[in-house]
């Protein structure tokens, strides 16, 4: 059996009266892949940040074992104006890991961002932009890869390129877990998937989770939708 990485047991959180998970349970392990999909205030991003230890649920309990990059939903839109380069952001997440760090400009190399790196952030497309948040999550050197909605934005061409980028660190061992709205990213994608709408709707294989009956319980109402078969 592979070992357990991140274990979370019957998790409900509220913010103030409104509850927004309820005892949600699942593992983990090293060198998964997790893909979370659900309606729009879901609880996606809130069960993120329980897991990052930025939340505290009211019930339940998290157990992670290795260090966490993480990119936030609409990192990329809320540095309009920051006076900061590429590289100077790319570094900031070196934070106190000093000692693991990868080479920045190694991480710049592998994620494309080393042709704007003296440029201001501010000056940057979306998708650039989004290159240089993945660059910060990763020169800490993570064993856990947490992205929120990565690819929203970005240009099929780029995203084609994200992903088999995410491939290629997920096949040297870091665990990935990333939120999408888009189903067949999601299969095409994950090996494991979370269905959540506030309570976990379904938890496993892209084959076992994303079924019509699955998303129509998770959406609460009929979805037309076309799954690419790979
Ligand atoms: N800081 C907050 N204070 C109060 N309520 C919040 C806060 N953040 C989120 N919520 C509420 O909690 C619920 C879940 O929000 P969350 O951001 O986790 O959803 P999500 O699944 O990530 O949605 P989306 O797909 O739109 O990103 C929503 O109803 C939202 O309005
Ligand atoms: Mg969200």
New binding site residues.
């Given amino acids: 059996m592979k070992e357990k990485q991140i274990e979370l047991k019957n998790i409900t959180f509220s913010?103030?009266k409104?509850n927004?998970l309820s005892d949600i349970t699942f593992d983990i392990e090293k060198g998964d892949y997790l893909g979370i999909i659900?309606?729009?205030?879901?609880?996606?991003?809130?069960?993120i940040?329980i897991i990052l230890g930025l939340l505290l649920p009211q019930k339940g309990e998290v157990v992670i074992k290795g260090r966490c990059g993480y990119v936030p939903?609409k990192a990329a839109q809320d540095v309009a104006g920051f006076p900061a380069t590429a590289r100077e952001v790319i570094e900031s997440g070196k934070g106190g890991f000093k000692k693991e760090v990868k080479n920045t400009e190694e991480i710049m190399k592998l994620t494309g961002t080393e042709k704007y790196k003296e440029k201001l952030i501010s000056d940057l497309s979306g998708g650039e932009r989004q290159r240089v948040f993945i660059a910060q999550a990763l020169v800490s050197n993570p064993e856990i890869l947490i992205l929120?909605?990565p690819s929203a934005g970005v240009d099929v061409a780029t995203q084609s390129d994200f992903y088999s980028f995410l491939k290629k660190i997920n096949e040297k061992g870091v665990t990935i877990i990333f939120?999408s709205?888009d189903i067949n990213i999601i299969a095409k994608e994950a090996k494991k998937v979370l269905c959540?709408g506030g309570e976990k709707i379904c938890y496993g294989t892209p084959q076992e989770t994303l079924t019509e009956k699955n998303i129509e319980k998770l959406y609460g109402r009929e979805v037309n939708f076309f799954l690419h078969r790979h």
């Fill in positions: 913010y103030e409104n927004v659900g309606p729009n205030g879901g609880g996606k991003t809130t069960l940040k939903q929120d909605e939120v709205h959540l």
